[in-house]
T-cell receptor, first 113, second 111 residues
């Protein structure tokens, strides 16, 4: 079975632009979480979606938004990109809610010039 | 928000040594995760535990809920164990799915 897949794997943008990152969860998983990992730091929680509803949000500005589709795939959108948005963006899926192991994709490395 | 502290930040050891990585958190939780991250970014879930001890091969994870502390041990360490080990807890301390991560312990096992 395919694991969590993220696209694209790498992306270069300039300040002020907009970006959309995509995530396909493991088949049968209904929960998707997004994380931002800046070089040298642990991942930071951005959003969690379950059954197309937002279940949790980290301390990120409104420039960050996300949604989940009926097939449980998800998009993370970032507007008005800043240099500080350069990071590895990770997606994780789990079967449902509650305490369950999370399965991570390989991430999208976003560089802002 | 749950605060997570890991120690040490960096650890270099010789092959065969017994390794211990520690994790403390600030808000009571229902479960704690240990994860492994290799260079390039891929994260693998090692353990999720809510009490006592779990063992998988040479890896052992323990948790003391009352003291808000967990440890990850590696027995008979091997160079292939070199990676970043990260402790994570539920973001809001209650059972929400999003995780709050520690900064990680960068482990290098030398042959």
């Amino acid at each position: 079975d395919a694991g969590v897949t993220q696209s694209p794997t790498h992306l270069i943008k300039t300040r002020g632009q907009h970006v959309t990152l995509r995530c396909s969860p493991i088949s049968g998983h209904k929960s998707v979480s997004w994380y931002q990992q800046v070089l040298g730091q642990g991942p930071q929680f951005i959003f969690q979606y379950y059954e197309k509803e937002e279940r949790g949000r980290g301390n990120f500005p409104d420039r960050f938004s996300a949604r989940q589709f009926p097939n449980y795939s998800s998009e993370l959108n970032v507007n008005a990109l800043l240099l500080g948005d350069s990071a590895l963006y990770l997606c994780a899926s789990s079967p449902g809610t509650g305490n369950q192991p999370q399965h991570f994709g390989d991430g999208t490395r976003l560089s802002i010039l | 928000k749950n605060e997570v502290e890991q120690s040490p930040q960096n650890l270099t050891a010789q092959e065969g040594e017994f390794i211990t990585i520690n994790c403390s958190y600030s808000v009571g939780i229902s479960a704690l995760h240990w994860l492994q991250q290799h260079p390039g970014g891929g994260i693998v879930s090692l353990f999720m535990l809510s009490s006592g001890k779990k063992k998988h091969g040479r890896l052992i994870a323990t948790i003391n809920i009352q003291e808000k502390h967990s440890s990850l041990h590696i027995t008979a360490s091997h160079p292939r164990d070199s990676a970043v080990y990260i402790c994570a807890v539920p973001h809001l301390g209650g059972g929400a799915d999003g995780l709050t991560f520690g900064k990680g312990t960068h482990l290098i096992i030398q042959p």
